[in-house]
């Protein structure tokens, strides 16, 4: 019994001496960080950053970094180094995100990992748990393949991507510059308007209303409005295409 009590003792402070009750639901922890009890709700300030783990999730903070807790579970935080939840998302300089069962939104982070797309200079973003997201800007989005440049309005629906706008998209050896409304399918990609899209030696210039489809270093290009396409092939020849509408 003395050894049991005296290895509760031990655990006790191990646990409280680094982070100390200041209210009912007031929780303040040193650099040292340390384990949330299970059962806490309430409000929870690192004064001098660390580390903690609460819920089976990590959670790095900077200096007088915060998170809500509620039910031994992070619903909000601020100013966090790096964060992994158990979702499997991954994110570095976090100024502040919310989590719920429906999402897990954050204001800013410098970086996102989460399935298989990396995300940098991200504001505003909704990641969901069958995989879906919404970023209003991002400096890149890399995902499957397809890279974003400096995007706005990025949402990802059933494997397609659309952004309302992006400075360069890049496709396996093409790319596309000053588009807007992109969408992205598995085998094609659309733009209702582009400065440029290249792809191996041919380039289209002030580009309106069209698909492409890639494959290998060869490009087809459908356009569906009454447009005139600028073409530069793989012999420099410059083509004048005017479609009529039916592609």
Not at 109 to 118: D, F, L, M, V
Not at 180 to 197: H, I, Y
Not at 222 to 245: V, W
């Amino acid at each position: 019994i003395f050894f049991f009590i005296l290895f509760y003792i031990i655990n006790y402070k191990d646990v409280y001496a680094r982070c100390s009750f200041e209210g009912e639901n007031t929780l303040t922890c040193d650099a040292q960080g340390g384990e949330v009890p299970q059962d806490f709700s309430g409000t929870l300030t690192m004064k001098d950053g660390g580390t903690l783990n609460v819920g089976g999730e990590r959670f790095q903070f900077k200096k007088d970094g915060s998170a809500v807790i509620k039910s031994g579970k992070v619903t909000d935080l601020k100013d966090a180094e790096k964060i992994e939840t158990s979702s499997g998302t991954q994110a570095t300089d976090v100024t502040s995100a919310n989590f719920n069962q429906e999402r897990e939104h954050f204001d800013s982070a410098e970086t996102i990992q989460r399935g298989t797309g990396t995300f940098t200079d991200v504001e505003n973003a909704d990641f969901y748990p069958n995989g879906d997201y919404d970023i209003q800007l991002a400096a890149s989005v890399e995902q499957d393949g397809i890279k974003i440049i400096n995007g706005r309005g990025i949402k990802y629906r059933n494997g397609e991507i659309t952004a309302e706008y992006a400075e360069t998209f890049v496709r396996g050896n093409s790319i596309s510059l000053n588009i807007n409304s992109l969408g992205v399918k598995k085998q094609s990609f659309s733009v209702e308007s582009a400065s440029k899209v290249v792809s191996g030696c041919n380039s289209f210039d002030n580009v309106k209303d069209s698909e492409f489809e890639v494959i290998g270093d060869d490009i087809k290009a459908t356009i569906s409005s009454n447009a005139t396409l600028n073409i530069t092939d793989c012999s420099y020849r410059d083509i004048e295409f005017e479609s009529k509408g039916n592609g």
